[in-house]
């Protein structure tokens, strides 16, 4: 599935960059990112998924998905310019 449809899909409340390219898979653990894969930024008890950001961007994430307010979004935007970063309402 292209970012763009998988965008379509989730509604997101914001989106930084372009959403291009083809999505490979989908992952909230920085280690198994592929190209192509979608980060998913989730706080957790120990670690903020923010923390993983750069080294998700750096294996090659297409996107980053996190549940965020835009201005925390634009604030803490970290990894390479390629990556789309996606904002979504906590569900």
Excluded: C, N, Q
Excluded at 46 to 60: K, L, M
Excluded at 61 to 90: C, D, S
């Amino acid at each position: 599935m292209g970012l763009g449809a998988l965008a379509d899909v989730v509604a997101p409340e914001r989106v930084v960059g372009v959403p291009a390219g083809d999505v490979i898979g989908l992952t909230a653990h920085s280690a198994e990112v592929e190209p192509g894969s979608v980060f998913f930024a989730i706080p957790g008890g120990t670690h903020d998924g923010w923390t993983f950001v750069p080294e998700a961007a750096s294996r090659g994430a297409v996107a980053v998905v996190a549940v965020v307010g835009l201005a925390f979004l634009l604030g803490r935007r970290r990894g390479k310019k390629e990556t789309t970063y996606v904002e979504i309402r906590r569900v």
